[in-house]
């Protein structure tokens, strides 16, 4: 099965499922969902998961970290799409850009899966340290910074990348509309993403160590 094969049994509601259940949402990135398990609930089931959510992460420091993590990981999947829809339409007038166009999809639709399975460490990072340690303010006290040691400024540089990921995404795009190529961007992509799979598993040895 190609990768946009999986992509499109696996994602778009996978990332934005985390938001309900962020230790399992996402679990089904190898082919289960086409869309968001929440889309169709009613008002006061989603109010409930909101809650829900409140009680794992809480409302403070370690909440945030989550969630912006979750919103380049989710900003990330709505440029690969768009970036796959640009890329198919490439004129076929030579075997390059045609070539470039698809090799720069598959690497963006790759990083993906990447940062889907990410956002699932970090909803699970997340609500454990939560759990442990909670916060329901931005400041870290210095009884838990102590313990704690760097996860935060970690978790922080982790969603940076995740969105300079997104960034370069972004630009690999806007190659393919101008006509350049788009690879070098999209490789960056897949550099940035490295670099975020290198600071979560930081994020996760700061919290064991613990």
Request: charged share 25%; net charge positive.
């Amino acid at each position: 099965m190609g990768i946009w094969d999986r992509l499109s049994r696996a994602l778009r509601g996978a990332a934005r499922n985390h938001a309900a259940d962020p230790t399992g949402a996402l679990r089904s990135t190898a082919g289960g969902r086409g869309r968001a398990r929440g889309a169709e609930r009613p008002g006061g089931a989603r109010a409930a998961d909101a809650q829900g959510l409140d009680h794992r992460l809480g409302t403070g420091l370690w909440r945030q970290h989550h969630d912006r993590f979750l919103r380049a990981v989710d900003r990330f999947y709505a440029i690969a799409v768009d970036l796959h829809s640009t890329a198919g339409s490439v004129p076929g007038e030579a075997d390059a850009p045609v070539t470039s166009a698809t090799e720069s999809a598959e690497i963006i639709a790759q990083q993906t899966l990447v940062l889907n399975g990410l956002a699932d460490r970090v909803g699970a990072l997340t609500e454990t340290v939560h759990a442990r340690f909670p916060l329901d303010g931005l400041v870290v006290p210095a009884e838990v910074r102590a313990r704690v040691g760097q996860l935060p400024a970690l978790l922080s540089k982790a969603a940076a990348k995740t969105a300079e990921a997104g960034q370069a995404a972004a630009m690999a795009r806007a190659a393919l509309r101008s006509g350049t190529d788009p690879l070098p961007a999209a490789r960056s992509a897949r550099s940035y993403a490295t670099d975020a799979i290198t600071l979560v598993d930081a994020c996760e040895r700061a919290l064991h160590h613990d």
